[in-house]
């Protein structure tokens, strides 16, 4: 069975930091594009970083440029979202993705298969 399991979310005052981790199981996890997507209240689920597995290229939404880090551990099966600096308008459900594309660097969300449940962060100012 696949499985992307977030945690780490929670509420955090503006200007912390709060590190997101999914743990992915049930497929070739090193063999697959990963994601960090957000969806805040009211407002449609947009990209925030992704990695082309191949190389470890990474993009991100220019409103976390510098502020947040993607990175995998191929070892634990888990990739994580490094978030500092936080402000209130990161505040949202934080989802991790898969797509099956090893060359691939995209944030096209119908290009990813295997969606984790989300979890929420919370920015108090």
């Known amino acids: 069975e696949v499985q992307l399991v977030e945690s780490g979310g929670g509420l955090v005052q503006a200007g912390g930091s709060l590190r997101l981790s999914c743990a992915a199981s049930?497929?070739?996890?090193?063999?697959?594009?990963i994601g960090w997507f957000r969806q805040a209240p009211g407002k449609e689920r947009e990209r925030v970083s992704c990695?082309?597995?191949?190389?470890?290229?990474?993009n991100y939404i220019d409103s976390v440029k510098g502020r947040f880090t993607i990175s995998s551990d191929n070892a634990k099966n888990t990739v994580y979202l490094q978030m500092n600096s936080l402000k209130p308008e990161d505040t949202a459900v934080y989802y991790c993705?898969?797509?099956?594309?090893?060359?691939?660097?995209?944030?096209?969300?119908?290009?990813?298969?295997?969606w984790g449940q989300g979890t929420q962060v919370t920015v108090s100012s």
């Open positions: 049930g497929f070739t996890f090193g063999d697959y594009a």
């Open positions: 990695m082309r597995r191949s190389d470890g290229n990474t």
């Open positions: 993705a898969a797509a099956s594309l090893y060359y691939t660097l995209t944030c096209r969300q119908t290009k990813y298969d295997y």
